[in-house]
């Protein structure tokens, strides 16, 4: 029954809300289309043109009318109200973040930026090391950690979409947006590019390595071979 | 000016000029219903081209990269660079020329394979016709001219030469925007949502005068639309036949009444956000550029404050021609009418306050996103009265399933997948994942695609009024329930893809890893694609077949009760033999109170007024 299967495999905390919010929406919408077009074929066939038999005269019905137009209201006035509860987790309440990445998008490639291990950027830990080739389309975070994202654009808008991670977020040029996301699987995942920006955007894409936590010590110990600690 | 008044000084005007010249009577035509046939056949001429390049899109999309067939240069040449085809020998000489003397084909599709520039101006392209040059001229120009004065007993618009200047202004945009396809540098190429700063400067896109032209043809097709509506809404409020009370309209009239009113206040929107954009391009301003401390996301709230009234623009003359054939065939009158007016009002007042759904993600605070939601949500509800209404049209009546009524009953199953799949979006969270993916394709296409479904109906429903001959009825049907499967077979799967994660926009899906398990199902959508667009041929037969050879049309072939079709088929310069007295609603099919099943508006009962006296 589920035309879900289709989702791509969910590899974030939050992916859960939204999926069960699109499940949910799903069996109402599929449940509402049947009944509707099971009543369509069903008049269709029973009331179609015989021989002396006359439609009903009749205008309407101001009781069936209130009843559905207040059932459908109330249905997606609670929909709303489900859905704010997500919303409100995904996109309003950025956590601070275990980890901080900074991504620089531009026609066609995502500039990765990473701290290093004071957490703070524009610092001298900052990776790339200051004339150092530019980090392009390629993120390492650890499993199981709150990555929280800085969005910074540069020439037009570009749009972050990580769909095994269920986050999407526009980058507006010289803003920045910040995002979150804890991958609770490692692998690597797609980072296209989700909003039309110019001749490259078929294409424009990076991806999202989530490394084990041992994997990522090395990772962390490759870049900065100088601190024992890593975050 | 009093209803009588205008009706009588119309009606004196017109005896005087009886017979205009041929110039007159099919170019500079100010009559109501040759502006409304001008309009109709731009509006199916540009369905052709916009046609015929959704047909290029969907070769991308099955076949990434692969040149056409027939035009395309064979294999063997490309991998070897020997000619094998004739074609090949084409190729050959054109691309061994200079630089200079390349030819538009060689610049957008060497070797007959599109590219990446060429596929952006591809769906830009195909949508901005679609909208602005199909649905638009066809729905509110076309039919809208035609019907507003018959269906409320008038003898034309207000302002007749107001009229045939929209026309012409209306022409004159089109081809601004069919000349920009030949223009160096390529046509506009940033979708037709346009979104700046891609727009905004032309190093962004590498086209130049593409997206100018772009935004002057729109520019001077939103005067044409001002004139129009100004029009509309001076003739349903000044010009109604006596008696004709607004809720005594049919529901059409009422459509194109409340589509005119949108559109005189939501084209200017869109006007104003065009000439920032054009003094953004060309004058160096920066009213979308960051760095010139402009705001990116400002044309999206212009852009979509402007476009979701828009959709409504698009899709409520589609509503209101589906109310007049489900009621005509199903012979009933049509469920809760004062219920669809409501409807109507309801979504063109809430259709202003829904814009931000299209921004969730854009970078708008996610608190407003709260609120549009709840918009959202809301509007869905007069659309939902709509669906239902319809379907109690159909309980109980005596339905024939004539060509237009297929089509009628193709557009509310279409629109009652479109309008349950936006719910998807309307949830801000699922909009995250969803946004920007072919699920949104899929849901806008059961919408304003599907709008053809009623473009059909109207065609084939108003076909013997506008022209005096009735359509072939067998190939009516079969190019209807065609359309329906293949149209289906078209665009379901794409809520398949969208779920996978398919981005929209994108030139060449094989690109990327994660979607090359769904690409079997971009090439099935691709052949329904085209036979979607093989099966229009039938149409197009049915069409100029009829025009010239179809069965002579008497005044009401379908009895059906509303005015037009009181007049002569086609109606003459003026409509009316006299102008008719209104007695009742426009639904009144199978009455009591006549043993005919239908009882036109202007029939005069003597019965009621016998029964009055008692
Ligand atoms: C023959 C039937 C049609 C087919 C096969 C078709 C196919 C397509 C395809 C493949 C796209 C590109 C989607 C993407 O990659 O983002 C597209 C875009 C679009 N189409 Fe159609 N289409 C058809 C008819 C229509 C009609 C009748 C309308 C409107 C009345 C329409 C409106 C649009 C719009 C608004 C877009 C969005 C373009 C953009 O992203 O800027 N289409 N269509
Ligand atoms: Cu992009
Ligand atoms: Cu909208």
């Given amino acids: 029954m589920r035309m879900l299967n289709w989702l791509p495999e969910d590899v974030s905390t939050y992916g859960k809300e939204v999926d069960s919010l699109f499940y949910l929406i799903y069996y109402i919408t599929g449940i509402v289309f049947l009944l509707v077009t099971v009543a369509m074929i069903v008049f269709l066939i029973k009331y179609r043109y015989q021989e002396g038999r006359r439609a009903i005269y009749t205008h309407g019905s101001t009781t069936l009318e209130i009843i559905w137009t207040a059932i459908p209201a109330i249905i997606l006035i609670l929909l709303a109200f489900k859905s704010q509860a997500a919303w409100s987790h995904i996109k309003m309440n950025i956590p601070p973040g275990e980890v901080q990445i900074r991504v620089l998008a531009k026609q066609f490639n995502w500039d990765i930026t990473y701290p290093g291990p004071d957490g703070k950027f524009g610092t001298e830990d900052d990776l790339p090391r200051p004339g150092d080739p530019a980090i392009l389309d390629e993120i390492h975070v650890p499993v199981n950690k709150v990555v929280r994202v800085e969005l910074v654009g540069k020439d037009v808008i570009h749009s972050f979409f990580l769909p095994h991670l269920r986050l999407k977020q526009d980058v507006l040029p010289g803003r920045t947006i910040l995002a979150w996301f804890q991958a609770t699987k490692p692998g690597r995942y797609p980072l296209p590019c989700a909003e039309l920006c110019g001749i490259g955007h078929s294409g424009m894409l990076g991806s999202l390595i989530v490394h084990t936590p041992e994997e990522y010590a090395a990772w962390v110990k490759e870049k900065w071979p100088s601190t024992e600690k890593a975050q | ?614």
């Fill in chain 2, 1 to 614: 000016m009093s209803e009588s008044r205008a009706a009588k000084g119309t009606h004196e005007v017109h005896e005087a000029h009886a017979h205009p010249g041929f110039v007159r009577t099919y170019i500079f035509s100010t009559d109501h219903k040759m502006i409304g046939r001008q309009f109709l056949f731009m509006g199916l001429f540009m369905l052709i081209i916009g046609g015929l390049m959704a047909m290029l899109i969907r070769w991308e999309l099955a076949f990434p990269e692969k040149p056409l067939p027939i035009i395309g240069a064979s294999k063997e040449f490309i991998d070897t660079g020997e000619p094998k085809t004739s074609m090949d020998q084409t190729w050959a000489e054109w691309l061994s020329k200079p630089e200079s003397e390349q030819n538009w084909l060689t610049k957008n599709m060497p070797m007959g394979a599109i590219t990446a520039p060429l596929y952006n101006s591809l769906f830009t392209m195909h949508a901005t016709l679609m909208i602005f040059f199909v649905v638009m001229p066809i729905m509110v120009g076309g039919f809208g001219n035609f019907l507003i004065p018959l269906t409320i007993g008038a003898r034309d618009m207000a302002f007749p030469t107001l009229n045939m200047l929209s026309f012409w202004v209306g022409l004159l945009s089109g081809i601004i925007m069919l000349a920009s396809l030949f223009v160096p540098g390529g046509p506009a190429a940033a979708g037709w949502t346009s979104y700046a700063p891609l727009t905004a400067k032309v190093e962004y896109t590498g086209v130049n005068w593409g997206q100018n032209l772009w935004c002057i043809s729109l520019i001077v097709m939103g005067i044409s639309s001002l004139m129009g509506s100004i029009n509309y809404i001076t003739t349903i409020i000044n010009m109604r036949a006596p008696g004709m009370t607004f809720f005594r309209m049919p529901l059409i009239t009422w459509s194109l009444f409340i589509t005119a009113i949108l559109l005189l206040l939501a084209l200017p929107v869109l006007t104003s956000a065009l000439a920032m954009l054009l003094f953004d391009r060309m004058l160096g301003t920066h009213f979308f550029l960051p760095e010139g401390g402009g705001e990116p996301i400002l044309w999206q709230h212009l852009f979509w404050f402007f476009g979701h009234p828009e959709v409504y623009i698009l899709v409520l003359p589609a509503m209101g021609v589906t109310s007049e054939v489900l009621s005509v065939f199903s012979r009933k009158p049509i469920f809760g009418y004062r219920g669809m007016v409501f409807a109507m009002t309801a979504i063109a007042f809430l259709s202003w306050v829904v814009w931000g759904h299209h921004m969730f993600v854009s970078g708008m605070n996610p608190l407003i996103g709260a609120t549009f939601m709840m918009t959202t949500m809301v509007i869905a509800v007069p659309s939902a009265i709509k669906t239902f209404n319809w379907l109690g049209t159909l309980w109980g009546g005596s339905i024939r399933f004539t060509t237009p009524m297929l089509f009628g009953l193709a557009f509310v199953s279409n629109f009652v997948i479109g309008g349950l799949s936006g719910i998807f979006m309307a949830s801000t969270p699922v909009d995250i994942f969803i946004h920007d993916t072919y699920y949104i394709v899929a849901h806008f296409h059961y919408v304003v695609a599907g709008i053809i479904f009623a473009i059909f109906a109207a065609i084939t429903y108003w076909f013997p009024k506008m022209f005096g001959r009735m359509m072939n009825e067998t190939l009516g049907k079969i190019h209807a329930i065609l359309t329906f499967i293949f149209f289906n077979a078209t665009f379901f799967p794409m809520h398949i893809l969208g779920v996978g994660g398919h981005m929209r926009r994108i030139f060449n899906p094989m690109q990327y890893e994660f979607l090359h398990p769904l690409q079997p199902i971009n090439v099935f959508i691709s052949i329904s694609a085209f036979c979607l667009g093989a099966v229009q041929l039938i149409f197009l037969f049915n069409f100029i077949w009829s025009l010239f050879a179809g069965k002579r049309a008497d005044r009401n072939p379908w009895h059906a009760n509303t005015l037009e079709w009181t007049t002569p088929s086609p109606p003459p310069h003026g409509n009316f033999d006299k102008i008719p007295t209104v007695y009742r609603g426009p639904y009144e099919y199978s009455s009591p109170e006549v043993a005919e099943d239908w009882l036109p508006q202007d029939r005069r009962l003597e019965t009621t007024t016998a029964k009055g006296a008692h």
